[in-house]
């Protein structure tokens, strides 16, 4: 897809790579994906650790927001620093092409993120 290039080229010099692949045993340094309740309703996560959930900040119980998602994705990069590995099991979901493309226009000369 090219837009998630356009994305990941976007922070410069740290290597992010954004897919929806699993990294061998992990989610890599982020991780979106929906998980199931025991009584099969759908909860979306965002963690930095899937081993450790914080739920009163990584559940969401409705799709997070385009801005939560990128907000997110920001402050792991920042956090990480260097090859930084982003699992988004629905990429279309969770990062929409036009909102995506839209984003990446308005912080094109932001060198900060």
């Known amino acids: 897809m090219d837009y998630i ?3 990941e080229k976007h ?4 290597d992010v ?3 929806d692949e699993g ?3 992990n989610g890599g340094d982020l991780s979106i994906t929906p998980w199931y309740t025991a009584d099969d309703y ?3 996560v965002m963690t930095n650790d899937e081993t450790n959930v ?3 900040n990584d559940v969401y119980y409705y799709e997070p927001q385009f801005a939560d998602v990128m907000q997110r994705i ?15 099991s629905d990429l279309e979901t969770y990062l929409p092409e036009d909102e995506v493309l839209e984003w990446l226009e308005e912080h094109s000369n932001n060198e900060d993120e």
């Open 5 to 7: 290039n356009k994305l």
């Open 11 to 14: 922070f410069k010099d740290c």
């Open 17 to 19: 790579k954004i897919s």
């Open 23 to 25: 990294f061998r045993w």
């Open 42 to 44: 759908e909860v979306h």
């Open 54 to 56: 914080d739920w009163e």
């Open 74 to 88: 920001v402050d792991t990069v920042s956090d990480v620093g260097y090859d930084v590995k982003i699992y988004i």
